[in-house]
T-cell receptor, first 113, second 114 residues
């Protein structure tokens, strides 16, 4: 089964508001990554947080990681219409003896103008 | 533009047929990953090659196979196609073999099996 479970499945907010997406996972990880996908396009890497880090920032993005709760959150501040996309968390770790990146089902974010 | 290229962009074929999807990684990247994205299964890891050798396998069917050539481009072969194989197929590349670094995704090949 998928490592990452994302919540909510869909989120619709007004431009300028903050958007928060959550990701939970089940086993030990090496790092956790967040990707964005515009409709029907390839995924774009946003940010990587290692298992020994608790928080990371990149521009308007803030990612937290709580390994004790096996969860992560992605916060997008001051949202813009261009942020409309699907957001995926991906957990990196050893699965069946090999290093693998396992993606969640994603959160579909809609920013209304 | 990630620097990863995939051809073709779209592919429409019939059940029972065989197709080949092609991927060229970013310059300097030795690892190539293949993923399948469908509405019901989400984004599924299929297989990884590193410098020409298979490194990790995911949920890849026996009807599917892949290889990475000496120039590092990779091909994913899908045979005896079924309706359920219709999906977006992505290739990604990274410098290293493990997952400690980000992966760069290509634009994908949309496969439609009729």
């Amino acid at each position: 089964s998928q490592q990452g479970e994302e919540d909510p499945q869909a989120l619709s907010i007004q431009e300028g508001e903050n958007a928060t997406m959550n990701c939970s996972y089940k086993t030990s990880i090496n790092n956790l990554q967040w990707y964005r996908q515009n409709s029907g396009r390839g995924l774009v890497h946003l940010i990587l947080i290692r298992s020994n880090e608790r928080e990371k920032h990149s521009g308007r993005l803030r990612v937290t990681l709580d390994t004790s709760k096996k969860s992560s959150s992605l916060l997008i501040t001051a949202s813009r219409a261009a942020d409309t996309a699907s957001y995926f968390c991906a957990t990196a770790g050893i699965i069946q003896g090999a290093q693998k990146l396992v993606f969640g089902q994603g959160t579909r974010l809609t920013i209304n103008p | 533009d990630s620097g990863v290229t995939q051809t073709p962009k779209h592919l429409i074929t019939a059940t029972g047929q065989r197709v080949t999807l092609r991927c060229s990684p970013r310059s300097g990247d030795l690892s190539v990953y293949w993923y399948q994205q469908s509405l019901d299964q989400g984004l599924q890891f299929l297989i990884q090659y590193y410098n020409g050798e298979e490194r990790a396998k995911g949920n890849i069917l026996e009807r599917f196979s892949a290889q990475q050539f000496p120039d590092l481009h990779s091909e994913l072969n899908l045979s005896s196609l079924e309706l359920g194989d219709s999906a977006l197929y992505f290739c990604a590349s990274s410098v290293v073999s493990g997952v400690s670094n980000e992966q760069f995704f290509g634009p994908g090949t949309r496969l439609t099996v009729l």
